[in-house]
């Protein structure tokens, strides 16, 4: 058997690094691994190069997690049918689930300004829904942020159950006890309420409904 060493000839040619590459390399170990495995170096390893080859491409962690939101935003579809109302609200739902699909992408969106490709384009579809609405467009304006707020926020809390192996019925159940042992003299008000504060049903729905109209009926001054 021979024991000279395989050349570099012979070797698979690896692909060459690109800012795309990297990001799907992130979201891949993010997926099979978690969030905290997300790291330059893990990356630059599963890459066969060193971390120094990525920062070519991408700033640190915090801007490859950047992009690797809006890289999830893209697959968010930007037409439906119906009303300018069914469109936004079948678009802030599918923004949501793009988001909530990637352990901690949505904790990126929370308090940041989107800048990437994508998510102006998501941005853009909801500014021009809500000026089909008849909003004004500083009204347009603050409304897309509110709306990106709850988006960011609704699939913050939703990829808490979709990646973190978590059982929502347990979640719930928990906190029934910890309300159901409260003193009704200190928490008059939660006690009473209890049977609904924790009820199922399609509370996101609902909520989504409320800033819509709100927004309808709210314009900026």
Known sequence: MSTQPISRRARPAKAPLSRDVIVRTGLAILDRDGLDALTMRRVAKE???GPASLYVYVANRDDLMAAMLDEALGHVPLTSEGTWQERLRA???AAIEAMSRH????HV?????????NALLVLDRVLALLKQGGLDDTTAAWAVDLLYLHIA????????????DADEQATVAEADRRYASLPADRYPMI???????????NRDAWGLEVLINGILYTPAR
């Open 91 to 93: 678009l802030v739902t």
């Open 191 to 201: 006690t009473s309420l209890r049977p609904v504060l924790l009820s199922p049903g």
């Open 103 to 106: 352990e901690g992408l949505a």
């Open 109 to 117: 969106a929370l308090g940041a300004i989107p800048t990437g490709d």
């Open 47 to 49: 890459l066969d190069t």
């Open 153 to 164: 926020a609704a699939a913050a809390e939703q990829s808490t159950y979709n990646t973190k």
